[in-house]
Each structure stands twice: as C-alpha cells, then as structure tokens.
C-alpha cells in the first residue's frame, strides 16, 4: 500500500516514519518526495503488510507521530482503480484530415443514411453487434446491499473488464439514478438501439423479476440477469459434476436449497428443467409449503414446484437425510451436525459470500463434495465461468432471446470443461483462466440459440 504523508522538512521525522512502520511489523519499499516547500514535505510510503488489518495498525502507528498528517492512503486494490478500470479506445489511428474526414463528417453521413434505409445495417456498420449494457441501479451491490449507482460503478466497471477480457465484448456500464421499476424498465427500453444484449447486475428482488421479464417482452435484444442466470448455470454445471463424483442422479437425488431470491428461484428453475424432483427450498421463516399464509407470487410459484413431501419446518429439519445443499442466503446459518446429517456422499454448496452459510473446512468433514462462492477454497462458484461465453454466443447468433434451453446448454458446456480424467472432489469446475472454457460456452449457446430460430 501507498501511505501519502505531510511532515516536517527537518529533523529526524522522516527516519521515525520508517522506524514506526518497522515497529508495527511492515516493510518500507520505497519513499518518494512527492512535494516539498521550505518547511514541510509531501511524502508517499510505500510499505508492505500481510494483510488489511495489519495495513490498518501500521497507518495507526504513523498518525501517532508527532508532527506527521496523514493525507492519503491507497492499497494495491484502490490504485488499481485510480481513474476507473476501462477506457474507450478508438480502433483506427486518426492521423490527418482523410482519416478524420471518414471517421467522422462528411463521410459518416453516408454511413447514417445507409442504416436510415436499413436499420439491421447498425449490427453490420457500427458497435450495436458486440456491445452489451451493463445496467444496475445499485440496490443489491455483492454482499454490500443498496448502496446506490454511483458506489455501484466499480463493479459494473469491473464486469465490463472481464467481458472484454473472456469473450472480447464491449461492455458499457449503465449506473441508473432510480430504483423505480417503472423507470428502469423505460430507460433501458430508450437506449437499447445501441446494444445487441442487455446485462442486468446486482438489482434487488423481487423487482429484478419484474424488470427482466418486462424488458424481454419489449426488446428484441438478449435480457439477461446475471445474478439469476449466470449464478444458475455455473451451479447446475458443478452440481453436474459433483454428482458425477458421487454416482448419483438428479432426478434421484434430495435437494435442500436455502435462499428463494434472485439466485435461489434461478437455480430452482434450472435444477426443475435439468431433472430434479425433489426440492424443498427454505428462507428466513422456513420451509417453503402450501401452507404457509405468508407467500407472495413469487413464493407461491415456489411452493407449487417444489416440497412434493409437504415438509414444514426448518432449514435444518429439512437437511435430514438430504442429498445435496445448495446454501445462496446468508452466513454461518447451519453447521457440522447438519450436514453430517444428511444421506452419504453428500454435496454441499454454501455459496454466501464473503462468508458462507457454513464453515467450508467444517462441510468438509462431513460432505463427500463442497463447493463455495470464495477463491481461497477449491471449487469456486463463479460467475464470469457463465456470462462472457453466454454473451459472446448471443451476440454471435444475433439472438434475440435467452430461454432455458440456451441455459442449460451454457450449464453442460461449463461442466465438459472437465474431463473424466480429471473430475475429483476437489475439481469440479473449471477455472475462470480455463484456456477453453469460454469458447465452450460461446459455441453451445450460439447452436442453443440459432436451432430456435
């Protein structure tokens, strides 16, 4: 990290910044003046610490020196970020008046009266066929809630990256300054001319439902919702594998599944469409049932796929015997004597981050197979396995439209990414580095789309 400091121009201060930052167990690598006057100097610090909270005791010890303000501190994340993580690149050199005169006017207006005669011309004439837009409002930012657009923009940033970098989209990011359904359902509907999909991220439910299917009835664009869509493909993938590790079958198989969100009503559709026959899904109150006077339509729908041995109770109560849970709803709310409980060779996926429903060490005692949401445990659920390779073959297909079969094609792709040679319990998912895993997808998405045509 890099501590920027204001401090006396004389003396001894600038040896007991090194001797502070010793003292509290960091390293110093480098010192740079970065301004100076007659009586004081800017300097920037920069040290190493093992982790955060460490970095975070060694700026306490440099704010305790006398004389010394703090002005800045920046670790490797944040410069990272300095100035935003994606840029606009023009793809011609504009070296004089010809190349000007073509890039822009006159000639461009050629190019405008050519798509005015024959709008599908814009997919063939300008970016519209390899741009998506990433589109948030900022209500449901990874775990850290609603925290509003403009706190939402790195992510969104961060997605493009990973588009341009795994499939080689143009991803824009959209930050609305609405959580309005209405609205956000008319805004992106007024810019969808100049996107050939639309990538809706981190919006709350229910609302989220109701956008993406309102704005499926009104594009003739790809919509897809990258927290239902994408988490479900890359957990039907794994699940695929997993009970390929442990001999067994979907449609045989016990499934408990904890959140009925976003998420969770994505991986229950998909898990229906795949084969499964016996889910039971629980929230905040419980299990999932006919019964419960509490439902809303979303919940309703929940109830009438699901639970076919009419289970009520609780999460844990429903764990018994169970083959397989899928954890997509907050952390540490089950533990080792849960999962013990379940039938043998049991697969368990605590996918809550940054903390998991349950310790993944302490599944792991017990679960034939464990699969979390974290980089620092093996078999990590992660999106960017799905949404790069789903849109590149949208766009390729010049889709129109995202269904289940679209879905679970991206699902058997990710999973083939994994040979029989290879396929253990520790590995039954590919990395998102995977040197063909994207082009997997990117392929079985264009064929899902194009044999619907």
């Given amino acids: 990290m890099t501590v920027r400091l204001e401090l006396p121009a004389g003396g001894s201060a600038i040896s007991q910044l090194t001797t502070a930052v010793e003292q509290a ?9 970065s301004a100076s006057g007659t009586d004081r100097l800017q300097i920037d610090v920069t040290l190493a610490a093992s982790d955060t909270a460490h970095a975070e005791r060694v700026v306490d010890e440099l704010r305790g020196l006398e004389g010394v303000v703090v002005q800045k501190v920046s670790d490797r994340t944040f410069l990272m970020h300095l100035g935003g993580t994606i840029e606009m690149a023009s793809k011609h050199p504009i070296r004089n008046r010809d190349d000007l005169s073509l890039i822009y006017t006159p000639g461009v207006a ?56 795994f499939a080689g989209i143009d991803a824009w990011p959209l930050c609305l300054d609405t959580q309005d359904t209405d609205a956000i359902v008319e805004i992106v509907r007024a810019i969808s001319p100049g996107f050939a999909g639309i990538n ?96 809303d339509d979303s919940l309703r729908w929940v109830a ?3 639970n076919p041995r009419e289970l009520t109770g609780t999460l844990k109560e429903a764990m018994v015997d169970a ?80 269904d289940t079969e679209l879905l679970l094609a991206a699902a058997k792709a990710i999973s083939s990414a994994v040979t029989a040679d290879e396929l253990n319990a520790n590995y039954i998912i590919p990395s998102v580095f995977h040197a063909d895993v994207h082009a997997y997808v990117a392929a079985a998405v264009r064929a899902a789309a194009e044999a619907v045509r």
């Fill in 25 to 33: 167990g960091g390293v110093v690598t480098a010192l740079d003046v």
């Fill in 110 to 165: 050629r190019v405008c009266q050519a798509i005015a005669e024959n709008p599908e011309d814009a997919r063939r004439l300008t970016i519209k066929r390899n741009s998506v837009a990433v589109v948030t409002d900022g209500s449901a930012v990874l775990g850290l809630g609603n925290i509003g657009p403009a706190a939402a923009l790195p992510v969104m940033e961060g997605k493009a990256a990973l588009f341009k970098r």
């Fill in 200 to 295: 809706l991220e981190d919006i709350s439910a229910p609302r989220c439902f109701e956008i993406e299917a309102r704005l499926r009835e009104l594009l003739d664009i790809p919509v897809f919702h990258d927290d239902q869509h994408g988490t479900a493909i890359v957990v039907l993938a794994a699940l695929r594998n997993a009970l390929r590790v442990v001999e067994k079958e979907l449609a045989e198989v016990r499934v408990v599944m904890s959140g009925a969100g976003a998420a969770g009503t994505a991986i229950l559709r998909g898990m229906l469409a795949a084969g499964a026959t016996d889910v039971v899904v629980a929230d905040i109150k419980g299990v999932v049932h006919s019964g419960r006077e509490d439902l």
């Fill in 304 to 306: 009438s796929v699901t």
């Fill in 323 to 402: 083959d397989v849970f899928i954890g997509v709803s907050a952390p540490n709310i089950i533990g080792g004597e849960d999962v013990e409980a379940m039938a043998d060779d049991s697969i368990v996926f605590a996918l809550a981050n940054p903390v998991p429903e349950i310790d993944p060490g302490i599944a792991r005692r017990h679960a034939a197979v464990v699969a979390t949401g974290r980089s620092d445990y093996p078999n990590q659920i992660n999106n960017v396995l799905a949404f790069p390779g789903v849109f590149r073959g949208l766009l390729d297909a010049s889709a129109t439209q995202v």
